[in-house]
């Protein structure tokens, strides 16, 4: 698959990570579908960018939890595109409350699970046979490394981002033999727009057990989501990957 013919679908694309993956991803000459749930002038601000430096991207707003919306997300981005799909970046996220085991309910469980699993399931189900005839396709799954930390009063999220990593081995075991791999990259505390400014305090206490003693940039998670989107990368599926300096191993 030459680069030229490759399609992202980054969801979430509009800021944050997904943001930077994006860019990246359009870097190297991928066209990429910035998908977006309420911010459209973030996501078109992030398309100006990569045009402006010479790549291609549109932007798409849909709301990846509701399966209709997945539906015509997939088709109108093959229509921009004027190709299918060929790499999913799963990376949208909602609101991440964090609750004591007596506040948190089964519901806030399923409000979790709708973006760490409901969606990433439509989204594959929709792109895999167009992936399939073309016998290439890459599905990368944002999870976190609270995965391994098991943070206190986060268990909602936790057990919900906990459901990537199974969730992407079945998958790389089941689409392997149509050349289609799934990964699982897991950021660690990585400082966006919606974390605001991070104390000092709250940096130092983070990085106490950070061996490379700095704080992840969406650029490293970006770097880590485009080498397994490339060609160096066809020989790797169903892991689950670290980003955080060495936090967890
Ligand atoms: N940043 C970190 O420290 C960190 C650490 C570990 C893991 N992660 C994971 O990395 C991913 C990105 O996190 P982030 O911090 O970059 O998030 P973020 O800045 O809050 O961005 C969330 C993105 O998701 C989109 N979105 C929200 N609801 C949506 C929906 N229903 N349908 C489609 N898109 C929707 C938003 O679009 P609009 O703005 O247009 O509404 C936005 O583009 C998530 O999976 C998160 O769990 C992040």
Do not use: C
């Amino acid at each position: 698959m030459s680069t030229k013919e490759k399609v992202a679908l980054v969801t979430g694309g509009s800021k944050g990570l997904g943001k930077s993956i994006a860019q990246n991803l359009a870097a190297s000459g991928v066209t990429v579908i910035i998908n977006y749930y309420r911010d459209q002038e973030a996501a078109d601000a992030v398309v100006q960018t990569i045009r402006q430096n010479g790549g291609q991207a549109f932007a798409i707003q849909a709301d990846v939890t509701n399966e209709e919306e997945v539906d015509r997300l997939v088709g109108e981005a093959e229509q921009q595109a004027g190709r299918p799909v060929n790499i999913v970046v799963n990376n949208a996220t909602g609101p991440q409350p964090e609750y004591s085991l007596e506040e948190v309910t089964w519901e806030d469980y399923l409000d979790q699970l709708l973006f760490t699993t409901k969606a990433p399931l439509l989204l594959t189900k929709a792109v895999i046979p167009s992936m399939k005839v073309e016998k290439w396709g890459r599905i990368i799954n944002i999870g976190s490394e609270v995965v391994e930390l098991g943070n206190a009063h986060f268990s909602n999220y936790v057990t919900a981002k906990s459901a990537v990593v199974g969730m992407t081995r079945s998958w790389a075991s089941e689409l392997g033999e149509h050349g289609i791999t799934v990964n699982a990259v897991h950021p660690g505390f990585t400082p966006v727009e919606r974390h605001g400014e991070v104390s000092d305090e709250t940096k130092a206490s983070y990085l106490s057990d950070v061996p490379l003693k700095r704080m992840g940039e969406p650029h490293d998670i970006a770097n880590a989501v485009r080498f397994l989107s490339s060609e160096d990368a066809s020989f790797i599926t169903g892991q689950n990957i670290s980003v955080n300096g060495g936090k967890t191993f």
